[in-house]
């Protein structure tokens, strides 16, 4: 080998060497990007806390996250909105982002955790090929995880058992903050949050209590509201209301057996909690779905859903599109729907009004960001 041949060998290397520290630069700091907070705007009146108020143990780690209240000048009930337990699904934390940037309330309080699972705003779903962000007007929203970042919690088991019922599932679940209630401090981060949150719930008797989600179309329990048997009363009520509006929604018997979800164990570990989960459909988490980018997030648009609406293989209508204004605005029209059934399934004494939130078909019509607060 000639002195020549080395030097060009040694000299390939180095560039490699630098090209590949200039590539892993360049994915850690588009990676650590999604660290950063998304700006929210919460409307007049709203406190802003942190859910460790009600589980310190969780203070300072990735589990804490804002949690706002507003209290109307009437006493009343209590109601918790809470958005983004799984932050790939962007109509369940939108909807409870326009509630907390415009909500007036007069009697009663009202609770929003916008990010309920804020580990898992901080990463997006490996080999999904899936948008970081979003955008709606001037605003920008992260597009996170439906699991809790690995870099704070790893790795899954192969099974994840469930405390305290015991029931067995798939090792990724233990990363599900909706397969953590009611928690545990003894677990991960997830079921840490999952526990914060039930505290929350518990310490605030909170008298109804959402869950917002979004589900691929092709899933049985989609444009439905599952409620715990305590909330079933005040869910059909409402599911009449809606449906004599023409919002079409289905109404789903909290299964008793499967234990973890929002909507059981938030009612099981109650004396009085009303635990209503909703979903809406979303094509950008399904998995018949071609190309996913923030297109897709913004309009539920592809041909492959198209084709399976076509053979009726779907759950939602579907035309050509599913446009998160439409899975907004089922979110927002729902939970308000449920919120007016208070004083009559309940009583007085329980009622909540939340005034200066926009109607279906005004969100339909002129969008989310319309309804958003601009970007300061
Ligand atoms: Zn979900």
């Given at each position: 080998?000639?002195?020549?041949?080395?030097?060009?060998?040694?000299l390939?290397?180095?560039?490699?060497?630098?090209?590949?520290?200039?590539?892993?630069?360049?994915?850690?700091?588009d990676?650590?990007s999604?660290?950063?907070?998304?700006?929210?705007?919460?409307?007049?009146?709203?406190?802003?806390?942190?859910?460790?108020?009600?589980?310190?143990?969780?203070?300072?780690?990735?589990?804490?996250?804002?949690?706002?209240?507003?209290?109307?000048?009437?006493?009343?009930?209590?109601?918790?909105i809470?958005g983004?337990?799984?932050?790939?699904?962007?109509?369940?934390f939108?909807?409870?982002i326009?509630?907390?940037?415009?909500?007036?309330?007069?009697?009663?309080?009202?609770?929003?955790?916008p990010?309920?699972?804020?580990?898992?705003?901080t990463h997006?779903?490996?080999?999904?090929?899936?948008?970081q962000?979003?955008?709606?007007?001037?605003?920008?929203?992260?597009?996170?995880?439906?699991?809790?970042?690995?870099?704070?919690?790893?790795?899954?088991?192969?099974?994840?058992v469930?405390?305290?019922s015991?029931?067995?599932?798939?090792g990724?679940s233990?990363?599900?903050?909706?397969?953590?209630y009611?928690?545990?401090?003894?677990?991960?981060?997830?079921q840490a949050?999952?526990?914060a949150?039930?505290?929350?719930?518990?310490?605030?008797?909170?008298?109804?209590?959402?869950?917002?989600?979004e589900?691929?179309p092709e899933?049985p329990?989609?444009n439905?509201?599952?409620?715990?048997e305590?909330?079933?009363?005040?869910?059909?009520?409402?599911?009449?209301?809606?449906?004599?509006?023409?919002?079409?929604?289905?109404?789903?018997?909290?299964?008793?057996?499967?234990?973890?979800?929002?909507?059981?164990?938030?009612?099981?570990?109650?004396?009085?909690?009303?635990?209503?989960?909703?979903?809406?459909?979303?094509?950008?988490?399904?998995?018949?779905?071609?190309r996913?980018?923030?297109?897709?997030?913004?309009?539920?648009?592809?041909?492959?859903?198209?084709?399976?609406?076509?053979?009726?293989?779907?759950?939602?209508?579907?035309?050509?599109?599913?446009?998160?204004?439409?899975?907004?605005?089922?979110?927002?029209?729902?939970?308000?729907?449920?919120i007016?059934?208070?004083?009559?399934v309940?009583?007085?004494?329980?009622?909540?009004?939340?005034?200066?939130i926009?109607?279906?078909?005004?969100?339909?019509?002129?969008?989310?960001?319309?309804?958003?607060?601009?970007?300061?």
């Amino acid at each position: 080998m000639s002195d020549y041949k080395f030097k060009g060998n040694a000299l390939t290397a180095i560039l490699l060497l630098a090209l590949a520290g200039g590539i892993a630069y360049i994915t850690a700091q588009d990676f650590m990007s999604m660290w950063a907070e998304d700006k929210i705007y919460p409307a007049e009146g709203f406190a802003e806390h942190k859910l460790s108020e009600w589980e310190p143990a969780i203070a300072n780690t990735p589990a804490d996250t804002p949690v706002y209240i507003q209290e109307g000048s009437e006493p009343g009930g209590t109601v918790l909105i809470l958005g983004g337990t799984h932050p790939n699904e962007p109509a369940g934390f939108i909807s409870a982002i326009m509630y907390l940037e415009r909500a007036k309330v007069s009697k009663g309080r009202l609770i929003v955790i916008p990010f309920g699972n804020h580990s898992a705003f901080t990463h997006n779903s490996p080999q999904d090929a899936a948008p970081q962000r979003f955008h709606l007007g001037t605003r920008t929203f992260k597009f996170g995880s439906r699991a809790s970042n690995p870099i704070h919690q790893w790795p899954d088991p192969d099974i994840y058992v469930h405390y305290p019922s015991g029931q067995k599932l798939d090792g990724s679940s233990r990363a599900n903050l909706n397969r953590g209630y009611p928690g545990t401090l003894n677990e991960g981060l997830t079921q840490a949050a999952s526990l914060a949150i039930l505290e929350l719930i518990k310490k605030e008797n909170v008298t109804l209590a959402f869950d917002l989600h979004e589900a691929s179309p092709e899933y049985p329990v989609v444009n439905a509201m599952v409620a715990h048997e305590r909330a079933m009363e005040l869910a059909a009520t409402a599911v009449m209301e809606l449906e004599f509006n023409g919002i079409p929604m289905r109404l789903e018997p909290s299964p008793v057996n499967l234990r973890g979800l929002s909507h059981r164990e938030w009612g099981d570990s109650t004396e009085e909690t009303l635990a209503i989960l909703m979903e809406a459909g979303n094509p950008s988490q399904g998995r018949l779905r071609e190309r996913t980018d923030e297109a897709l997030v913004l309009t539920g648009r592809d041909k492959a859903y198209a084709r399976a609406s076509k053979l009726g293989r779907l759950f939602v209508p579907y035309e050509e599109d599913q446009p998160l204004e439409l899975r907004v605005a089922r979110h927002v029209t729902a939970v308000m729907t449920c919120i007016e059934q208070l004083e009559m399934v309940l009583d007085e004494s329980k009622a909540v009004t939340v005034e200066n939130i926009p109607g279906y078909e005004e969100i339909i019509a002129e969008g989310v960001a319309k309804f958003l607060a601009p970007e300061a």
